[in-house]
């Protein structure tokens, strides 16, 4: 039983385009979510993240949203750079809000995003 | 560098043979993960550490599997008696008391003949 779903297994973006990922959950006692980029041969490299108590979280190029009652999450990156080319794998974590559990993370399969030039 | 460290990158092995996995956390964190991923998928839990308890294990991790982080610093993932089925990237992860980011390590892959 898959708590973390990537739908899309690939997506495919011009350069300089917006890229959208999507990620849905199916656990409610996720209440942090975090979006990891991963290079063949390495290992994921931490990218954002959103607590549950917000719906948006901005660093840079990168914005992620969060719709609760979804129980959805998405990435968006702006513009999107040929650099951006990697896996992307979307994570969640119950009882990280709250103090309580080990916080390990749920992953989803991961959407492979090329940037073509 | 003074991110997650693991070695061996690479070990192939025979099916039956026992291999053996380390990995440095960084040295402030407290917390040390150790998860699997296969080709496809995404990482999956298999264990955790709290200093040198280990707190948690996962369904995945069969009796063959043995972890251990003797002085709360460093970790081993010993898997005894390999099949096939092992052949996996075991990714070791660490992070500090209430953050949220686990920061990972670049793997460490096994295949098994």
């Known amino acids: 039983d898959q708590q973390v779903k990537q739908n899309s297994p690939s997506l495919s973006v011009q350069e300089g385009r917006i890229s959208i990922l999507n990620c849905d959950y199916t656990?409610?006692?996720?209440?942090?979510f975090l979006w990891y980029k991963k290079y063949p041969a390495e290992g994921p490299t931490f990218l954002i993240s959103?607590?549950?108590?917000?719906d948006k979280n901005e660093d840079g190029r990168f914005t992620v949203f969060l719709n609760k009652s979804a129980k959805h999450l998405s990435l968006h990156i702006v513009p999107s750079q040929p650099g951006d080319s990697a896996v992307y794998f979307c994570?969640?974590?119950?009882?990280?809000?709250?103090?309580?559990?080990?916080?390990?993370?749920?992953f989803g399969k991961g959407t492979k995003l090329s940037v073509i030039p | 560098d003074t991110g997650v460290s693991q070695d061996p990158r690479h070990k192939i092995t025979k099916r039956g043979q026992n291999v053996t996995f380390r990995c440095d956390p960084i040295?402030?964190?407290?917390?040390l993960y150790w998860y699997r991923q296969t080709l496809g998928q995404g990482p999956e839990f298999l264990t955790y550490?709290?200093?040198?308890?280990?707190?948690?294990k996962s369904r995945l991790l069969s009796d063959r599997f043995s972890a251990e982080r003797p002085k709360g610093s460093f970790s081993t993932l010993e898997i005894q008696r390999t099949e096939q089925g092992d052949s996996a990237m075991y990714l070791c992860?660490?992070?500090?008391?209430?953050?949220?980011?686990?920061?990972f390590g670049e793997g460490s892959r096994l295949t098994v003949l």
């Open positions: 992860a660490s992070r500090f008391a209430n953050t949220g980011e686990l920061f």
């Open positions: 656990n409610s006692m996720f209440d942090y």
């Open positions: 959103i607590s549950s108590i917000k």
């Open positions: 994570a969640a974590s119950a009882g990280l809000v709250s103090g309580a559990g080990s916080y390990q993370l749920t």
């Open positions: 040295s402030e964190h407290n917390r």
């Open positions: 550490f709290q200093n040198e308890a280990q707190l948690e």
